[in-house]
C-alpha cells in the first residue's frame, strides 16, 4: 500500500518492502542530492525536499558551523549522507548531521558504518509535512544522541534518554544553545541579508563567553 502526500513536499510512503530493493534503490540513485530515503522495518518513505524544507536545514547547519568555529569546537559536517544497519533494519539520511564528540572517529573515512562507528553527535530534522514518518525511532535505535527538530514555526532540541527523545532545555553539544535561539535565529533571517545574519551569529557566540 502507497500512501502519497504532495503538500509541500512530495512524499510517498510504501508498506512490506524489502531490504535488498531498498539498499538497490539507495546504490541507484547514488549522490544525487534533494531526495530523502527512509526504512525502517519494511516501511520505505521517500521523500522529494522542498526550498520550504532546505532553507532552514541549510540555515542551522550553517549556524552549527559558525558556534562550532567561534568556539574552538572541532566538528565534522557529513550532511545528509546515507546512513543503513541492516541488523535493525533500519536506514536514514538525516537532514544535516555533524559529529561533534567522535569528530576524530570518522576524520577521513571513506565510509561511515554505523555497525562499527558512532553515530553522529547531532542531527537536525526538517518536519513540516503532515503524515511523514516518525524517524525519531530510528535515530534513537542507532543511538543519535541529540536531534534539533524544526516543525515549520518552532526549532525544539531533543536528548536520547534511556532509548527515547525528551525535550530538553539546552542542546548537548553546545550547551548556551536553547531551542528558543534557535527559532530566533531563523526568524531573523526572514528579515536580514545574509551578511547581517552571519554577523549576528558571530557576535551572539562571541557574547556567551565560552571557554
Known amino acids: 500500500m502507497a500512501t502519497v502526500v504532495s503538500q509541500p513536499e512530495q512524499l510517498v510512503i510504501l508498506d512490506r518492502v524489502t531490504w535488498d530493493p531498498y539498499d538497490r534503490l539507495i546504490t541507484e ?59 535493525l533494519q533500519k536506514g536514514f539520511e538525516p537532514d544535516s548531521c555533524f559529529y561533534i564528540r567522535h569528530a576524530d572517529a570518522v576524520r577521513n573515512k571513506g565510509r561511515v558504518d554505523l555497525a562499527f562507528d558512532p553515530p553522529p553527535d547531532l542531527s537536525i530534522e526538517v518536519n513540516i509535512t503532515r503524515g511523514s ?9 542507532v543511538g543519535i544522541p541529540e536531534v534539533w527538530r524544526f516543525d515549520g514555526s518552532k526549532v525544539t532540541i ?22 528558543e535561539i534557535l527559532t530566533q535565529f531563523l526568524e531573523d533571517s526572514r528579515k536580514l541579508k545574509s551578511p547581517a545574519w552571519f554577523r549576528k551569529g558571530r557576535e551572539w557566540a562571541r557574547s556567551c563567553n565560552v571557554p
Open 158 to 179: 531533543f536528548r536520547l534518554e534511556t532509548g527515547e527523545y525528551v525535550e530538553a532545555a539546552n542542546s548537548l553539544s553546545f550547551p548556551a544553545v536553547t531551542g
Open 133 to 141: 514518518l516518525n524517524r525519531f525511532p530510528i535515530f534513537a535505535a
Open 29 to 87: 540513485h547514488g549522490e544525487r542530492s534533494g531526495t530523502r530515503f527512509t526504512y525502517d522495518e519494511g516501511v520505505l518513505q521517500i521523500r522529494v525536499v522542498s526550498s520550504r524544507h532546505e532553507r532552514p536545514n541549510r540555515l542551522l547547519a550553517t549556524l552549527v558551523m559558525v558556534l562550532a568555529e567561534e568556539w574552538g569546537i572541532d566538528i565534522e559536517q557529513l550532511g545528509s549522507m546515507t546512513f543503513q544497519r541492516e541488523d
